[in-house]
């Protein structure tokens, strides 16, 4: 077998430091009546030493086909995101017709084009003073050609802005749930500089943010990078400085760091299914909130079925009525989770754990985030 190249600079110097084996794609519901065999497609991670990008090693899946409802805490983190922005005078001075914005494409996070034109903004598609991309260039299978396609959208004296997941919390939070199919890299502030760097750009500046953060445990571990980029060598903020120091101390592009994730596989996989065996027998009936694309790859290797986990409630009317991939735990409406009155409500993504609280109040004291945790409420 050849050698994995890197989707960024081209390199060959890059190490596997995951593998989940073969799993479903984590955007491919079946049908609830759909008896499969369910499709399984390779899944590894692996990092190059030369820009440090972590990325897929191979991908085969048909791209994104996101089904999904907006969370709450996404669109709050988009608000959220451009008022930093614009306090850190990334936006710069505002001509009202004159300062052009431009968006890249993301089936995550919504649009930032609304409220920038509240400011003034007005929209193209050509070059723009402010380019944003918020959890959409990882979605670029070609690496080199996204970044370069930044930059040329970026006009000589204008700001790139870029908002991602880190592998930071990635490592530091084990979250290896985060790999899926369809989300080509992983950055880290470390290599952002690199990337851009090679299109002619600087890291200016940076923010982050509680946003795919530490699973629910409230140990503050920021999950969300925003970064701020222009065309030239520039220094970087304070901010950017304690970013990369932490980076530095977690080694966030040490191939043998990045393979600890490979411990959390075989252990999350275990410590679910004994949890939900345990609650079973105990005759605790256990139902989960979020049919998550980082749910996908867990309920497969932990081999679930309806006897351990009944159902799984999700907003979305596209995944209500189909399973979960490889198994035969049904997808539900949330108002059939709150007639189905269950014991406890696994919540598979912690970041909906607010939103959930305020819409289901009669829930309190049932959710949980974590298998075997405190229960919330």
């Not at 086909?65 to 008022?83: F, K, W």
């Not at 490889?326 to 909906?352: E, F």
């Amino acid at each position: 077998m050849s050698t994995p190249v890197c989707c960024a600079c081209g390199s060959v110097d890059t190490a596997v430091v995951l593998d989940l084996g073969a799993v479903p794609p984590s955007d491919v519901f079946p049908d609830l009546v759909d008896p499969g065999p369910d499709p399984l497609s390779p899944l590894a991670l692996m990092v190059c030493a030369a820009c440090a990008l972590v990325q897929i090693e191979h991908d085969d899946t048909e791209p994104e086909q996101p089904r999904g409802m907006e969370p709450q805490a996404l669109i709050d983190q988009a608000e959220t995101a451009l008022l930093a922005a614009e306090a850190s005078g990334w936006l710069g001075t505002v001509t009202s017709g004159s300062s052009t914005a431009r968006e890249f494409p993301s089936p995550h996070g919504g649009t930032w084009i609304p409220p920038m034109q509240q400011r003034g903004f007005s929209v193209t598609d050509g070059v723009a003073d402010v380019v944003l991309d918020s959890f959409g260039v990882m979605h670029d299978a070609d690496q080199q050609a996204a970044w370069r396609a930044r930059a040329d959208a970026t006009a000589p004296d204008g700001v790139l802005i870029v908002q991602v997941h880190t592998v930071a919390a990635i490592l530091e939070a084990h979250q290896w749930t985060s790999l899926r199919h369809g989300h080509a890299a992983y950055y880290s502030l470390t290599a952002l500089q690199n990337l851009l760097a090679a299109v002619g750009m600087s890291v200016v500046d940076a923010h982050t943010f509680p946003l795919y953060g530490s699973a629910g445990s409230g140990g503050g571990i920021d999950g969300t990078l925003l970064i701020a980029a222009r065309h030239g060598s520039h220094p970087g903020s304070g901010r950017v400085g304690a970013v990369l120091a932490h980076e530095q101390r977690l080694g966030v592009g040490d191939p043998a760091q990045l393979a600890t994730l490979q411990a959390s596989v075989d252990h999350d996989a275990r410590e679910l299914r004994d949890w939900l065996t345990a609650s079973a027998e105990a005759g605790t009936t256990v139902l989960a909130y979020g049919a998550a694309s980082r749910t996908v790859a867990l309920f497969a290797l932990a081999g679930l079925d309806r006897t351990l986990v009944a159902a799984v409630a999700d907003g979305s009317p596209d995944k209500q009525g189909r399973r979960m991939p490889t198994t035969d735990v049904p997808i539900i409406a949330p108002a059939q989770l709150v007639a189905a009155d269950p014991d406890l409500v696994l919540v598979t993504l912690p970041d909906l754990l607010p939103e959930l609280r305020s819409i289901w109040p009669q829930l309190d004291g049932r959710w949980v985030t974590q298998p075997g945790g405190p229960v919330v409420g």
